[in-house]
DNA sequence: GCAGAATTTGACAGCGCTGTCATTACAAAT
DNA sequence: ATTTGTAATGACAGCGCTGTCAAATTCTGC
């Protein structure tokens, strides 16, 4: 097919009774075929496709909402400290919600502040103007709380990351524990015999999967390496101070791999803090490839998450989930390697 | 048939012509209240107010700009490479939104593409579906072209942070050249006298008014000092080597100003790459106080702008213009000197 | 072949609100 | 007292779409 772009001059409010008269059917007819409904000939779908291409017409979801039951609105609901991992997952749902002519809203739950405001806040949410579903980030995909309310409620969910809980939604996510081994093997390969980790918080089942197949890397490469680990809590600071405390053990690791990027920029702080050069003296690798993995020097060395493309995914899943062709419920999207310049070989060789 | 109704306390489904009849008026007279409609007795007001708040009534916005001409729908508009600012501005503007039951888009406007494609982009942006108004961030701001666009299609906009066109729309910001003159002022009463300016970038007004306000204040403490300066763009590496710049002059500044965090980042890594300790060797100050400001070692000395309070604002007076009490076309909000580690007194004393 | 079922389409009535116009009440002007 | 004007309210018709129901059409099986 040529691209034939049909001009929007003067056009912007083709309804759906002009599709309907150009098509010669009915505005019934070309309400089922925008909602895909059952029982519709395929020639009935051609001709109305074919006008609605040609008036570039699109659906007026005020009115769409009006007289359905739909709202045409989705939530994306957060609990996480990273401002930058937030954005990207905004960035992404939001252009897949405009994509398809939904309204995206995006809300913080608190789950710091125990179980029943936890829910409070997901009632406020949920109640406040019915939602089309909900898409859920780490580490609420993982609270069994949040999973129950909203299957109470019967709200539809999609879950970015998830850890437990499988199948009891779609999901999409990257494969934590390969991209962590995938690090591991990396630090192997460059010399280092003594490395460290730096763990994020315990309610992301996330970290515990990147700590998992980075460990289960190390010790299938030499079963009696020990590997020192601290907590950061996934933020700069906790990075810092994890960092501080394997770099001044007895046996100080050459190099540390922290889960996500924040706690190795901080690491590397501590490394300077110490007059320890990194990478020279002290190879430093993060995970999520974020806006500090280059506002940190050297720039580093992390595990790229196509997060806007995940955020993207769930909202389609979100949106077409009974729709012809399902989806495949548990979507894996490719991490890839970055390989910057906060890790070198050991011993330094030049 | 048994229609379930499975009634939320209060909230959910009550219509406009329940709180008429509670009311004993018609519903266009609760129409008249809810849209502060003149020439409407207090008498109607306070008893369709009474009835809002006893039914606990909240407007359906799709039957609103379904029937009516508006589309409680604004826009926020970047064209800005810093993810933090970015999120900050959603956030604030996002809750500001939802508080009046409107939409809020936001899409990025890349004006580097040259003038057409700007304007492009916006008329994307404006044509697409009719919108209720739209907040210009920096530096879009600045753009007469994007200024005189908006008004030639009479869309209203409100502004954060301009710097030129003053009067052709209501304005947020803070006193950036005060704000910058305190940090003048602090370094100076720290001792220094040797002090570096990192700039932003051209297009961007409030990092001129940043350095203007910074230079005059420098100037007035005395008439004689050399401020070396270098551009940074507003980016972590553009900082950095800058940075890089005025340290290996023939007489390396003491001190160095960015005009955001991210550069002043760039400039703390330009100093450990050169052995040169913060804030010991060079004091460090930036701007922001963004999520960066606390991600680097030491943390930053910066100037805590309230982003947040200003996006909600400039939404408020996007929504609320015409309402009674106009508010004030050009609000000026107040900033903060956020003293942490990366600024000390010179020379070296404790 | 024909009753009964399933498929495919259209007519029509709202969804909850606002714009328009008609109507009343009452002050000011003639 | 009558006209004129304006403030204050209501009746009613849609906004653009979907749900319901009924009608037309095509299949089934026996």
Same sequence: chains 1, 2.
């Avoid at 992390?302 to 729709?323: K, S």
Wanted: net charge negative; with cysteine.
């Amino acid at each position: 097919m040529a691209t034939t772009t049909v001009d929007v001059s003067g056009n912007g409010k083709t309804t759906m009774a002009e599709v309907a008269r150009r098509a010669g059917v009915s505005s019934k007819s070309v309400s089922r075929v925008i909602n895909k409904e059952p029982h519709i000939s395929p020639s009935l779908v051609a001709m109305v496709e074919a006008a609605i291409a040609e008036l570039n017409y699109v659906p007026d979801s005020a009115a769409r909402s009006l007289a359905g039951s739909r709202s045409f609105t989705v939530v994306v609901a957060f609990d996480n400290p990273s401002p930058n991992y937030i954005m990207k997952v905004v960035n992404g749902a939001y252009r897949a919600c405009v994509a398809h002519g939904y309204h995206m809203r995006f809300d913080t739950i608190d789950s710091q502040r125990g179980h029943s405001s936890c829910l409070d806040q997901l009632d406020a949410i949920i109640k406040n103007s019915r939602i089309d579903g909900i898409v859920l980030t780490p580490p609420l995909v993982d609270n069994p709380l949040v999973l129950d309310h909203l299957e109470l409620h019967g709200i539809r969910f999609v879950r970015i990351a998830p850890v437990a809980g499988k199948g009891r939604s779609p999901s999409i996510s990257i494969d934590d524990a390969a991209a962590a081994a995938d690090i591991a093997q990396y630090l192997w390969d460059l010399g280092h015999r003594n490395i460290g980790f730096v763990n994020g918080p315990r309610t992301h089942g996330a970290a515990g999967k990147r700590r998992d197949g980075f460990l289960k890397r190390l010790c299938a490469l030499d079963p009696h390496i020990e590997v020192q680990q601290a907590d950061g809590a996934f933020l700069f600071d906790g990075g810092m101070e994890a960092g501080g405390k394997l770099l001044s053990s007895k046996r100080p690791p050459t190099a540390i791999f922290a889960a996500n990027d924040d706690m190795a920029a901080g690491v590397i702080a501590a490394c300077a803090q110490r007059q320890l050069a990194v990478p020279d003296d002290v190879s430093v690798v993060g995970f999520d490839d974020s806006w500090i993995a280059t506002s940190v020097w050297p720039h580093l060395t992390t595990i790229y998450q196509p997060i806007e493309e995940m955020a993207a995914a769930a909202i389609e899943i979100l949106l077409h989930r009974g729709a012809a062709g399902r989806p495949p419920e548990e979507l894996v999207l490719n991490y890839r390697f970055v390989e910057r310049a906060s890790a070198a070989p050991y011993p330094a060789s030049g």
